[in-house]
């Protein structure tokens, strides 16, 4: 014995230096992995960016304002989409609800919106059925103008990883679920020094039977590291270097600093597509409220996701979810966190998840638009991990509302026609609402599922816009600047058989009803939507002309100079065209479409806000002048279906259909809202149906549910614009023999100076018939002017014969 430990002293002796080398190499060694490890942590842990953030778009705020409706079904959504929650009790904090006799009591949330802040205050919305009546701060019991409903989040940017995490402070989380955490992940947390010998024994136990890595008994420090800076992958080298990270990490923060990352950093299931990380994301997902105010037994189910975040889903396992509450449950109560009430109330709680659970990605075919437009001033980077925040002119109660018309009304008109059912192809449609005196997109909808088919046909479908077109033609036919030969909405046009040649080509139009209508005024030509007419009126306007009324106007797709462009033969994109009739709506001058309002850094610095441009492009009296007209397109008209489907609101519109009835469309307006439907086959097969049929319920449908909340506004009507009494067989004036009277606005100039001569008496320019009877009545009507267009010379001259008779002999014998 002794001889071997002399050896052993001789070989260590005599190998002294090497081994000193090699002691020194492997303590530097160890020192340096130590000290880059060190670097690692501090680094990422004490960056002001410890999360790369995705950029978050949201919603408009909405108003609730005494006098709108807001159906319950809707407005509920709305509130549990943007986080809160229903209570039977009084509502006594941020973020919750109840519905009672009288209304709505809701504790609005805060929120910083830029450049102002919403502050958090309980109101009661006395409401009848569903309209807002009265608005009450329950703190105070006054009355308030309106309030308004924060932003909702619609959808966030998002890396290649698709995680999304919402950073709060330690403060902002509740006891509860800290003390449910801790119980159930890491009991020795506030005692140990980032590694649990006593866990690690356990789990190498474990791991011995089992024969392979399959726990792990990693601390919560240590489940940082991995989440932070390792991969998930279970070998004894990633072990080995998350314990080292774990002891540098413990050593140079502190435990409120670790549990506060760690709390925003867990991972804690999917959504949809997106990971959740933290708590209050996860919160937000599964209960519909921010963490703050989560109950002990929703404390509890967030702290039993950890474990297995897919399994104990309790959107996807309800049943499971529950039993694992219940262990954690029993494990804040064996650590002495709650009481034994406390307990047995809570495990007695049913498992309960939102009636609307979020989407991580609400309007997708909105958010098309929004990203196109941010593209152009912000890189991609800057997008997925700034954390900007991008505010929208959405409406989510509209957009909601706009996507369920369009699917129930294209499956409903599928089940009815045989030749929808028979398409290899589902039929598709599109519907955008704006508001056109701002230009804001409220809603936007460019297909029936997102997620079957990204091809966003409000922006980039081109189809035929047919009927839709002839306002344009009319509007430049009736241009005051055309003198004695511009039509007015009294104007006579023959719906006779035409023939037009261009070049070598021969085009004989036809109406849609293959009827020929004798000579309707122009008013009723619209409405009905006859085909000849509007030819007539392209050609008498000139083709050239009404291209570039319509190009003025908003039409920014190519148009060629031949007459079928009075009947739409052209393609243009819904949005197009929508953005082309909110010219109408507004008076003549056109809003650019805008769907961002601002931008904002993380932080609520304000990078841009969009301001309204707006250019007018068209007279106002004339636009009042169509806008008039296109009413009775509800009225009587091809869209008259409106009113039988309890569409009462004084709204102007055309409906539209192409050739072999590809295409259908209808838009609808008033000054304060434009809503434009399309319907149609990608294929650009044959719907066999029209604007009227397709397009006009869905339409109607959509906006009999919304309709209430906007203010009802009629179309002002400007000073350049006369109100005449007519004949409407006749396009002159009315006089007492006319059977039908009605009353047409005109772009002062225009209105028709000679009386009716075809019914009863005849009279000439200038004559008042105020005294002659009529069913023992006193007419009123006074012809003013000089008299009819110059092409009518037999007329003229007649009248200037009857001039020199004398009134009396005139009254007594009549003119003839």
């Known amino acids: 014995m002794p001889r071997k430990q002399g050896r052993v002293r001789g070989f260590i002796w005599r190998h002294s230096f090497g081994i000193a080398v090699l002691v020194m190499a492997v303590f530097i060694a160890a020192l340096g992995y130590i000290g880059y490890n060190y670097v690692l942590i501090t680094r990422k842990f004490d960056s002001s960016r410890r999360w790369d953030l995705p950029s978050r778009i949201y919603s408009d705020a909405t108003p609730l304002i005494p006098g709108l409706e807001f159906p319950r079904t809707l407005l509920e959504a709305k509130l549990n989409h943007v986080g809160y929650h229903e209570t039977k009790a009084a509502v006594a904090n941020p973020g919750e609800y109840r519905f009672i006799d009288t ?65 709060v402070p330690l403060d902002a989380v509740p006891e509860d679920l800290i003390d449910a955490i801790i119980a159930i992940e890491d009991r020795a947390f506030f005692t140990h020094e980032g590694i649990s010998p006593r866990g ?94 989560l109950t002990l037994p929703e404390a509890a189910t967030i702290a039993g996701i950890i474990r297995s975040p897919n399994y104990y889903s309790p959107s996807k396992n309800p049943q499971t979810a529950r039993d694992r509450r219940n262990v954690v449950l029993k494990a804040m109560l064996d650590t002495r966190k709650i009481k034994q009430s406390e307990y047995e109330t809570a495990r007695a709680v049913p498992m309960t998840v939102p009636k609307y659970p979020k989407s991580f990605r609400s309007a997708p075919f909105f958010v098309d638009l929004v990203l196109k437009q941010l593209r152009e001033t912000y890189p991609e980077t800057q997008l997925k991990t700034d954390g900007l925040r991008i505010f929208t002119t959405l409406d989510t109660i509209m957009q909601r509302a706009a996507e369920r018309a369009l699917e129930q009304g294209a499956s409903s008109l599928t089940k009815r026609y045989a030749s929808l059912r028979k398409s290899e192809l589902p039929l598709q449609g599109a519907i955008i609402t704006i508001q056109p005196g701002t230009g804001y997109v409220k809603a936007l909808v460019g297909g029936r599922s997102y997620s079957k088919s990204q091809f966003n046909r409000a922006l980039q479908a081109r189809r035929q816009p047919g009927s839709l077109f002839k306002p344009f033609v009319y509007i430049a036919a009736m241009d005051p600047a055309r003198g004695e030969e511009a039509l007015t909405a009294s104007s006579l046009l023959s719906d006779t058989p035409i023939t037009v040649q261009t070049g070598s080509s021969v085009w004989k139009p036809q109406n849609y009803d293959g009827k020929w209508h004798g000579s309707p005024t122009v008013r009723r030509s619209l409405a009905m939507s006859y085909n000849i007419p509007a030819v007539r009126a392209a050609i008498d306007a000139g083709v050239p002309n009404v291209i570039k009324l319509a190009s003025k106007i908003g039409v920014e797709s190519r148009l060629q100079p031949y007459p079928s462009i009075s009947l739409g033969s052209f393609e243009v994109t819904p949005l197009e065209i929508a953005y082309a009739y909110s010219v109408f709506a507004n008076e003549g001058v056109k809003a650019e479409p805008i769907s961002i309002l601002a931008v904002a850094t993380k932080e609520g610095k304000v990078l841009e806000n969009r301001e309204v441009r707006m250019r007018r492009v068209a007279p106002a009296d004339l636009t009042y002048v169509m806008n008039d007209v296109l009413k009775d397109v509800l009225n009587y008209g091809t869209a008259a279906k409106t009113r039988s489907l309890g569409f009462r609101r004084h709204f102007a519109g055309k409906t539209g259909t192409t050739n072999d009835y590809k295409d259908a469309w209808f838009v609808g307006y008033s000054p304060r809202i434009l809503t434009l439907v399309w319907l149609g086959f990608d294929d650009g097969k044959s719907l ?12 109607t449908s959509y906006m009999n549910k919304i309709v209430g909340m906007i203010p009802d506004a009629d179309f002002r009507r400007p000073d350049s614009v006369v109100e005449r009494q007519i004949d409407p067989e006749t396009g002159f004036l009315l006089t007492p023999y006319c059977p039908q009277p009605r009353a047409e606005v005109y772009a002062k100039g225009t209105e028709p100076k000679l009386l009716c001569n075809v019914h009863g008496r005849s009279y000439e320019p200038g004559y008042s018939p105020e005294l002659i009877p009529r069913d023992g009545e006193r007419p009123a009507i006074v012809a003013e002017g000089s008299g009819q267009p110059p092409q009518q010379d037999e007329r003229r001259e007649d009248a200037r014969a009857k001039k020199k ?12």
Do not use: C
């Not at 308030?144 to 698709?162: G, H």
């Not at 240590?222 to 050593?251: C, F």
């Open 103 to 167: 209304g709505l009591e809701i504790y609005l949330q805060s929120f910083v919106y830029p450049d102002m802040e919403f502050h958090a205050t309980p109101v009661r919305v006395e409401m009848q059925g569903a309209a807002v009546r009265k608005i009450v701060r329950l703190s105070d019991g006054i009355s308030l103008r309106a309030v308004r409903i924060e932003p909702e989040l619609i959808t966030s940017i998002y890396d290649d990883v698709m995680e999304d995490r919402v950073p």
């Open 200 to 293: 690690i024994a356990r789990a190498a136990y474990t791991n011995f039977r089992k024969g392979s890595v399959v726990a792990g008994g990693s601390t919560l420090t240590q489940q940082l590291v991995k989440n932070l800076y390792l991969n998930p992958k279970r070998e004894m080298s990633r072990k080995l270097r998350e314990a080292v990270m774990a002891v540098i990490l413990d050593a140079r923060y502190s435990k409120q600093e670790i549990l506060e990352a760690y709390l925003n950093e867990i991972y804690l299931g999917q959504n949809g597509a997106v990971q959740i990380n933290g708590v209050e994301q996860a919160s937000q997902v599964y209960f519909s409220k921010h963490a703050r105010y």
């Open 688 to 699: 066999r149906l029209s604007g009227s049929d397709a397009a006009v319920p869905i339409w």
């Open 805 to 816: 008779r004398p009134r009396l002999f005139r009254w007594i014998f009549g003119d003839r």
